[in-house]
């Protein structure tokens, strides 16, 4: 009986070991759990959308900048002789033009990133 006192320390050890390992061996031997699509988003619906959004906000800055244009038309007509309103008018039409053509730039920077990230680009 005393011997079996000495000897408990060392029989603690492996029993602990065995109690915590012995679960992981037995869910070894199940199949891997598959993830339910809970019926979320896809990647190519949040593409879609991203596309769709950008979409919508090229189209009104194109507007915005050819009304910015016009404005800048109108203002120059009716300027008269007045060389400032000119000028100003002549700004104005600058500027709508570059925004025009900086929203248009955008545009297609983001149709060639969005070919790159899907790999459509490369073939």
């Known amino acids: 009986m005393l011997s079996l006192n000495k000897h408990k320390k060392y029989l603690v050890i492996p029993a602990i070991a065995m109690l915590v390992l012995l679960p992981l061996i037995v ?6 759990p598959t993830i339910p699509n809970p ?3 896809s990647l190519t619906e949040i593409e879609n959308y991203i596309r769709r959004v950008a979409q919508f906000f090229m189209v009104i800055g194109v507007i915005l900048a050819l009304i910015y244009l ?20 002549k700004t104005r039409m600058k500027q709508g033009a570059w925004g025009a053509l ?3 730039a955008v545009g297609l920077i983001l149709q060639t990133l969005a070919k790159v990230v899907t790999q459509t680009f490369f073939q």
Request: charged fraction near 10%; avoid cysteine.
């Open 39 to 41: 019926g979320g988003t």
């Open 27 to 32: 869910l070894a031997q199940l199949p891997v």
């Open 70 to 89: 016009i404005y800048g038309g109108i203002l120059w007509m009716s300027a008269g002789s007045s060389d400032d309103k000119i000028k100003s008018a």
């Open 102 to 104: 900086i929203i248009l």
